[in-house]
């Protein structure tokens, strides 16, 4: 047998299962993957409450961040992080210890999933590493707490270029930034201002917008085609990407991805869903849109046509699989986990 060529070696990724229907969903993601011939080979790592139980004491162990350094890539389930015991959430350690300062969900219209609205396709992108998520709290008197939004120059032009980059190479036509700079006229000030300066200096391709977040959020509810990319700051994406969300099915039909200058993680936005969890009903399609995101980055960074073969040919098939009312419970089908994921592995 001829000797296996840096060409033809699969590329190592990490696979963080998670909490609840986390394991269910990702062995069904796995399994539409190898079938697809994804170039992929799996390190399994643990974070949340799974991590816990193993007998690490922390919800994000060290072994698993460095095994996501030393691959670059993942793809991680849902993970539960313990209420009121003193655990930092799992996602928010991630972006911070990786320097994943990029949040991307794109949201579209599925045929096969009605909703009210047709024809979105619009891609948040939010600031992943300040603002108000920056944890910055103290109590000042037995009845006044202050909690600190911290936004840097470095920060904002940061997620700025990258926004302008990722419209230009997906020939996407219109970013608008969402603020509220009428009232914090600082901190979003000076957001708005590194997006406008990207967009004047660096992509004049690209049309620019700016638009107040209350504004703008009561648009996207009129008529949410009129957006296409759209560029906030942390608390502000990560609001108005589940309402997004909501416009075309909710938080199980939507990928996302964390994604850095040396990292990136591709991950379930819904929860954990304990209630569900073991009874082979969740659905795992947010998780492969997830994969197919993870699949397209791989293509794109490290030029292998073989990933981007792999993505394309899943994202058809479970199009397919919609279009065909080949559908989970919580969308209104019939299938099981494990029968969604056959279903789209009969359409490759």
Not at 97 to 112: F, I, W
Request: hydrophobic fraction near 45%.
């Amino acid at each position: 047998m001829d000797e296996m060529t840096t060409d033809d070696r699969p590329h190592k990724a990490v696979l963080i299962p998670g909490d609840g229907i986390g394991p269910e969903v990702t062995k069904a993601v796995v399994r539409v993957l190898d079938a697809a011939a994804a170039p992929i080979v799996w390190s399994e790592k643990q974070a949340g409450l799974a991590a816990l139980d193993a007998g690490g004491g922390e919800v994000l162990p060290d072994d698993t961040v460095e095994a996501v350094e030393r691959a670059g890539v993942a793809l991680k389930g849902p993970c539960t992080t313990p209420v009121g015991k003193g655990f930092q959430s799992v996602n928010v350690q991630l972006r911070k210890r990786l320097n994943m300062y990029a949040a991307v969900r794109p949201v579209r219209s599925l045929e096969g999933v009605p909703t009210r609205f047709r024809d979105v396709d619009i891609v948040i992108i939010r600031e992943n590493t300040e603002g108000l998520y920056s944890g910055a709290e103290n109590r000042v008197t037995d009845d006044v707490v202050i909690s600190m939004k911290v936004a840097t120059d470095s920060a904002c032009k940061r997620i700025s270029r990258w926004a302008f980059r990722y419209a230009t190479q997906r020939a996407r036509r219109k970013v608008t930034v969402f603020h509220k700079a009428n009232i914090m006229k600082m901190s979003d000030g000076l957001f708005l201002d590194a997006a406008a300066l990207a967009h004047e200096r660096d992509y004049p391709n690209i049309e620019f917008q700016q638009m107040i977040i209350d504004a703008g959020c009561m648009k996207l509810v009129q008529d949410p085609t009129q957006f296409d990319v759209l560029l906030l700051e942390n608390l502000y994406g990560d609001v108005v990407s589940d309402l997004c969300a909501g416009l075309v099915g909710g938080l199980g039909v939507v990928p996302g991805a964390n994604i850095g200058d040396n990292c990136a993680v591709f991950e379930a936005v819904h929860g954990s869903a304990p209630d569900i969890a073991g009874k082979n009903v969740a659905n795992p399609l947010a998780l492969l849109m997830s994969a197919v995101m993870m699949l397209n980055y791989i293509g794109s960074e490290r030029s292998d046509p073989r990933a981007t073969d792999s993505a394309r040919r899943i994202k058809v098939a479970y199009d397919l699989a919609l279009k065909d009312d080949q559908k989970t419970g919580d969308l209104g089908g019939s299938l099981s986990t494990d029968a969604f994921a056959e279903a789209v592995i009969e359409r490759l």
